[in-house]
């Protein structure tokens, strides 16, 4: 029987990744191009197909034994039409995605989702939830991203809309955020939230022990105030507290939603493991609707890191 071969692809604003895989989930080679708003959807598009070919080539495999493609893209992605319904930061409006590049590389059948959803795929099927069938992943970067797998499938909602739990409010007036309301979940569990916030305790407590090990401003990064709290620093450890029950407000409200058996964390902050994660276990058990003792629950660490997208996508294409 003739091998078969699937490509995933993690698109973003400043490049597209893709990684080659056999049909029993082996990853065989990765390889990017770059993108940008400027060259056009057009222009991506064919990016795409050659990136495509060229990570074949790269992993020696044989472009016609292709059997199928996935990407996960930013924006609004109706995964069941194959189309980009709104990526802003593009300018892309309803986008025939899936069927464009398909045309591309002369009929492959392409599937598409949002590059969290994709994501959150990749931890459900092979990385930190794939004992589960009901998963959520959270991950703590420049805002908070999110993707929820129901029956091991992605639940996207209408038109691709659904998963945007970044922008819960869980502080009513607090602070603004870019999307135009205030006080979402982001605006207080991202990492730039948490970078703000250790900033503002630094200028607030001068002896804090958080200026050794960021002697500037420039110098914080998100584990600065976790190194401080570890080390005893009071403001610190209050920091670090504060971050913590808003994190575990916004799990609490998923949670209650959708009642997964896990919540998968990612990003740079998750790096902090059970440091970050057993206080947040305790106060989710202690605030949740009905407890672990009656609906167990697995509160996690990522385990793919930055490739979680490429195997979601790997696996958006074994169903394309």
């Given at each position: 029987m003739a091998a078969k071969y699937y490509v995933g692809i993690d698109l973003g604003g400043m490049s597209a990744k893709a990684g080659l895989f056999d049909e029993g989930g082996k990853y065989l080679a990765k390889d990017t191009v770059k993108t940008s708003k400027s060259d056009g959807y057009a222009v991506t598009v064919k990016d795409l197909a050659g990136l495509v070919r060229s990570v074949c080539e790269k992993g020696g495999a044989?472009?016609?034994?292709?059997?199928?493609?996935?990407?996960?893209?930013?924006?609004?992605?109706?995964?069941?039409?194959?189309?980009?319904v709104s990526w802003t930061n593009f300018g892309w409006e309803d986008k025939s995605l899936a069927s464009d590049l398909s045309a591309q590389l002369g009929g492959v059948p392409v599937k598409i989702s949002n590059d969290a959803n994709a994501a959150a795929l990749g931890e459900a099927k092979f990385g930190a939830g794939k004992k589960y069938t009901d998963s959520i992943l959270i991950t703590l970067g420049t805002g908070v991203g999110s993707g929820i797998i129901l029956n091991g499938k992605i639940f996207e909602g209408f038109r691709g809309g659904a998963g945007e739990a970044g922008h819960m409010t869980i502080v009513v007036g607090g602070i603004p955020c870019p999307c135009g309301r205030r006080g979402c979940f982001e605006q207080y569990a991202s990492a730039t939230a948490l970078l703000r916030d250790t900033k503002r305790a630094m200028f607030e407590h001068k002896d804090s022990?958080?200026?050794?090990?960021?002697?500037?401003?420039?110098?914080?990064?998100?584990?600065?105030?976790?190194?401080?709290?570890?080390?005893?620093?009071?403001?610190?450890?209050?920091?670090?507290?504060?971050?913590?029950?808003?994190?575990?407000?916004?799990?609490?409200?998923?949670?209650?939603?959708?009642?997964?058996?896990?919540?998968?964390?990612?990003?740079?902050?998750?790096?902090?493991?059970?440091?970050?994660?057993?206080?947040?276990?305790?106060?989710?058990?202690?605030?949740?609707?009905?407890?672990?003792?009656?609906?167990?629950?697995?509160?996690?660490?990522?385990?793919?890191?930055?490739?979680?997208?490429?195997?979601?996508?790997?696996?958006?294409?074994?169903?394309?």
């Open positions: 044989a472009f016609s034994a292709l059997s199928g493609v996935g990407i996960g893209s930013p924006g609004i992605i109706d995964g069941g039409a194959g189309k980009v022990a958080m200026w050794k090990i960021a002697p500037s401003p420039e110098q914080v990064d998100g584990r600065t105030s976790f190194t401080a709290a570890k080390e005893g620093d009071a403001a610190a450890q209050e920091g670090v507290k504060n971050y913590i029950m808003y994190l575990s407000e916004g799990i609490l409200n998923l949670v209650n939603c959708f009642r997964p058996q896990a919540i998968i964390v990612g990003g740079g902050v998750s790096g902090q493991g059970d440091y970050l994660l057993e206080p947040v276990r305790k106060y989710v058990n202690e605030h949740l609707f009905v407890g672990f003792d009656r609906i167990p629950l697995a509160i996690i660490c990522a385990a793919l890191g930055n490739d979680a997208g490429i195997w979601g996508a790997y696996a958006l294409a074994l169903d394309a």
